[in-house]
C-alpha cells in the first residue's frame, strides 16, 4: 500500500531538478501512506514528474521500490494497493514469455510486465485486487490513471490551467507553485445532504476524483488543458444488468455452498503478506464471517481487533469477544472514552483531506491505530450491507414504500400528524418501556430518529424521493450554502435505476455505485492509511460483486431475515445464538457527545457570527437546530456533523 502523486505540464520549462524538488515536496505530505520507501521519476523534456511513498507489504527489498521501469524500458509506474492474484500472472508471462528478466518479487513488477506484454486494459482486466496508478509510455508520450473496479483505492486528479496534478489524496496539490484552491460550493452542498461529496466531484473546483473501474489518458503532445479520455474497462451497470437478466436457477443450497468457495478463495489470497497480519472483528455478521474464513485457512490462531465504548447501545466488543473465543482467534479489545474520541476531531480535516462527515470515521480511525500496533495489514469487512442486503433501510423502506403506496394523501397526512405529534426523544422512551415485548425486527438504536424518518416518506410519491429523504441529512441543502442554485442529483447517476424493478435491488445499486466507494471505503482507506496500515476487504473482489448481483432477491430477504445468505454460510463456523441480534452498525454517541465534552468545540465552530464572517453557510437553520439538539428536544446529530465537519475542515484550511 502506498501514495502516489505526478504532474504533467507541455508547457513546461522546469529543468529535472526544479521538477524533482516540487515532486518530493508533494510526495512528503503522502509519508503515512507510505512511510517505508519514497522514490521520483522526472522527465523535463515532456513535462512529467512521478513521486511515490512505499509502505512495503510484499518485497520488502529495494527491488520492489518504485518509480519502476518495464524491463522494455517503455513504461513507467507509480502504484498504490494490491494485485492479490500476481504470482498466477507471473506463472502465465513465464509461460507465454520465459525471456522476462524478473528482478524481485513484487507485484508492481508483475504489472508493468503485463501491461507490457498484453497490453494495459488487457492487463488491468485479469487483475484481481484494490489499486490506482499512473503509467506513462515513453513511446507513445501518453499518461494513464487507473482506478479499480470497487473504488477501494483513492485518486484524484485536475487542472491548474496547463498543468494537470494527481494524487492519492488532495493534500499534495497544495504543494504544486501553480495550483489554486477554491471551494466548489455546489459540492459543499452535496457533502451537507450526502455526508460525503461523490465522485467525480471533490471539494474543489477544477479537480475531480476518478471513477472506479476507469481508465483516464492524457496526450502530452497536445498543448494547454484538454479533455482527457475516459474509458471504463469494468461496468458495474453492465454487472448489475447481465446478474438481473440471468439470475441463478441453482437451488439455495448450492447458491451458499458455491459464495462460500469464492469468499474463501478471496480471503486466502487476501492473506498473502511478507508482513504481520489481522483483522477487525466488531461481532456483526460481515466482519465475523471474514475471521471465521481467515481461521479456517490459517494455521495458527488470527489476530482480531475490536473497539468498545461503555455506552452499552453502542457496544459491540462483547459480542466480538464471545465469537472470537468461538473461533479460536488471538483477540485484543480496546474501549474507548468521549475524551480519546474527541482528541481524534483535530486530526479529522487534515486525515481525510476533504470535509467528509460519516462519523463512525471516528471510532474508525481508533481501530485502526489500535490495530497498527500490532500488525501491519487488517482484514475488514466492508461490503457485505452493500452486495447483500444489510442496511435496515433495504427492509424498512421496501416495507414503506409497499404501504405508502397504497395510502391515499389524506391517510398519509394523518399518519405522519400522529407521529409527529411526540418528539424523537419521546418515542425513544415509548420503545425502551416496551422493549420486553416487541419483536427483535423493531429494536433498533433510535426508534424514535427512524419514525421521524418514515413520517418524511409519508410526503413522498416514488421510490426515488423515498431513497433521497433515507439518505439525505439536509433535504434542502441549497437553501443552507450561500450561491447554489441546483446540485446534481445523485441518483441521476445511476443509470439502470429505471430498469431495475425491485425497490431492494434499487438501492443497494445506488449504495454500491456511490456510498460504498466515496463514504464506506473513503472512511476505510484515510482512516487506515492515516496510522499506515493496510485494509483488505475480501468481500469486495470484483468476482464476488458479479457472482452477488445474479442471487435472487428473494433469497437475500427471504423469511424477513435480510443478508440471509451470508449468514448461512456463517452459521457452518459460529452458532447462530452468537450474532443473532438487531444491527447496530459502527458508530459513536455523537449525539450525547454533542452536549456534553463536546459542546463548546461545536458552539464554536456554530458561532453566528464565524458563519456570517465566512460567508458559506446560512446560520438560521444551523443554530435553529443547533439549539433543538442542545435542549433534547430533537436528535439531529448526523445534520449537525456534516457542518461539523466542514467547518472545522474550513478552519484548517484557512491556516
Known sequence: MCGIVGFLNSSNNYSDQQLGGIITEMSRVLEHRGPDDKGMWVDAKSGLALGHRRLTVLDLTKKGRQPMVSFGGRYCLIFNGEIYNFQKLRDELNKNNAAIPWRGNSDTEVLLASIEFWGLET????????????????????????????????????WANDL??????????????????????????????????????????????????????????????????????????????????????????????DLEKLLLDSVRLRLISDVPLGAFLSGGVDSSLIVALMQDLADHPVQTFTIGFSESEYNEAYEAKKIAKHLG????????????????????????????????????YLISEFTKKKVAVSLSGDGGDELFGGYNRYVWGNWAWSRIKKMPLWLRQLTANS?????????????????????????????????????????????????????????????????????????????LWERISDFRHQMMYMDILSCLPDDILTKLDRASMGVSLEARVPILDHRVVEYAWQIPIGINFKEGVNKRILRKILYKYVPRNLVER?????????????????????????????????????????????????SGKRNWQSSLWSVLMFQGWLENEIR
Open 123 to 158: 492487463a488491468v482486466k485479469k487483475c484481481i485486487g484494490m489499486f490506482a496508478f499512473a503509467l506513462w509510455d515513453k513511446e507513445k508520450k501518453l499518461l494513464h490513471l487507473v482506478r479499480d473496479r470497487i473504488g477501494i483505492k483513492p485518486l484524484y486528479y485536475g
Open 164 to 257: 494537470f496534478l494527481f494524487a492519492s489524496e488532495l493534500k499534495p496539490f497544495h504543494f504544486h507553485p501553480d495550483f489554486e484552491k477554491e471551494i466548489d460550493r455546489n459540492s459543499l452542498a452535496l457533502l451537507l445532504q450526502y455526508n460525503f461529496i461523490p465522485a467525480p466531484f471533490s471539494i474543489y473546483k477544477n479537480v475531480y476524483k476518478l471513477q472506479p473501474g476507469t481508465i483516464l489518458t492524457l496526450d502530452s503532445k497536445k498543448s494547454g488543458k484538454q479533455v482527457p479520455n475516459l474509458v471504463s474497462y469494468w461496468s458495474l451497470d453492465q454487472v448489475v444488468e447481465k446478474g438481473l437478466l440471468n439470475p441463478f436457477q441453482e437451488s439455495e443450497a448450492k447458491i451458499v455452498e
Open 329 to 364: 482467534t488471538s483477540h485484543t479489545e480496546l474501549y474507548v472514552s468521549s475524551n480519546q474520541a474527541l482528541d481524534v476531531i483535530p486530526k479529522l480535516p487534515y486525515l481525510f483531506d476533504e470535509p467528509f462527515a460519516d462519523s463512525s470515521q471516528v471510532p474508525m
Open 419 to 495: 407521529i409527529g405529534f411526540l418528539s424523537p426523544l419521546s418515542w425513544d422512551r415509548i420503545f425502551k418501556n416496551l422493549d420486553f415485548i416487541l419483536p427483535d425486527s423493531f429494536k433498533v438504536r433510535s426508534p424514535g430518529y427512524k419514525l421521524q424518518k418514515f413520517m418524511e416518506l409519508l410526503e413522498k410519491n416514488t421510490p426515488k424521493d423515498l431513497y433521497e429523504v433515507m439518505v439525505s441529512n439536509w433535504k434542502e441543502p441549497t437553501d443552507l450554502v450561500n450561491d447554489v442554485a441546483k446540485i446534481p442529483d445523485l441518483i441521476q447517476g445511476g443509470k
Open 582 to 630: 438487531p444491527k447496530m452498525g459502527f458508530s459513536i454517541p455523537i449525539d450525547e457527545w454533542l452536549r456534553g465534552s463536546m459542546r463548546d468545540w461545536a458552539e464554536n465552530l456554530l458561532s453566528e457570527e464565524r458563519l456570517l464572517r465566512e460567508g458559506f453557510l446560512n446560520p438560521v437553520p444551523i443554530r435553529q437546530k443547533w439549539k433543538e439538539h442542545l
